[in-house]
């Protein structure tokens, strides 16, 4: 028999709407937004930790919306690489009801870090040797990533860097089809498969 975790939760008004979380996830700061949620840094008051709970846009609103929160959930329980974002660190807190993942905060991604400071060129070398060490991990799993960009490579203060938005993940037996990535922005796993390398 499982033991069953008690969760007290409270509700918060943040960027004006209200967020219903845990009452261990306290001080919700937001950090960003996309097509599929919202983040906000929060400090767990169990760890003492910062973490970063996401709140899923209407993952269950349709069912290529319920088969794409699935597909992510069932891909991300299978990751483990220390520069790919995966399940074992994330707490599903009550998802069918509250629609919240939470995870260790990296502190940024590189997008941000791009815009406030010049890379030397030994963080962009250390960078991208993490990418693409990230990406021969879910290559060789049979995956693609489909929309890799720096806003989707989070980054903490020690310069480690995991590939996350596995919404976007796809596995390559499934026919894809176009749309799924950012309007402007072809990922180099989607054009190699167009060119013989």
């Not at 990296?106 to 941000?112: R, V």
């Not at 960009?149 to 996350?164: Q, R, T």
Request: proline share 3%; charged share 25%.
């Amino acid at each position: 028999m499982s033991r069953q975790e008690k969760h007290d939760f409270y509700r918060d008004e943040v960027n004006k709407t209200i967020w219903e979380v845990p009452e261990r996830y306290q001080r919700l700061t937001p950090v960003g937004s996309g097509a599929y949620g919202s983040v906000c840094s929060a400090i767990d008051m169990e760890t003492g930790l910062k973490v970063a709970v996401k709140k899923l846009s209407r993952p269950f609103q349709s069912i290529v919306h319920a088969k794409r929160t699935y597909r992510e959930l069932r891909l991300l329980k299978h990751m483990k690489h220390e520069n790919v974002s995966d399940l074992s660190v994330f707490n599903l807190v009550r998802l069918l009801r509250t629609k919240y993942l939470v995870t260790h905060l990296m502190g940024a991604d590189l997008n941000n870090i791009v815009k406030c400071q010049k890379l030397t060129d030994d963080h962009v070398q250390f960078l991208i040797y993490q990418i693409l060490r990230g990406l021969k991990y879910i290559h060789s799993a049979g995956i693609i990533h489909r929309d890799l960009k720096p806003s989707n490579l989070a980054v903490n203060e020690d310069c480690e860097l995991k590939v996350s938005e596995a919404l976007l993940l796809f596995e390559t037996s499934v026919y894809l089809k176009p749309g799924y990535k950012c309007k402007w922005f072809v990922c180099f796993s989607r054009l190699s498969s167009f060119f013989a390398f």
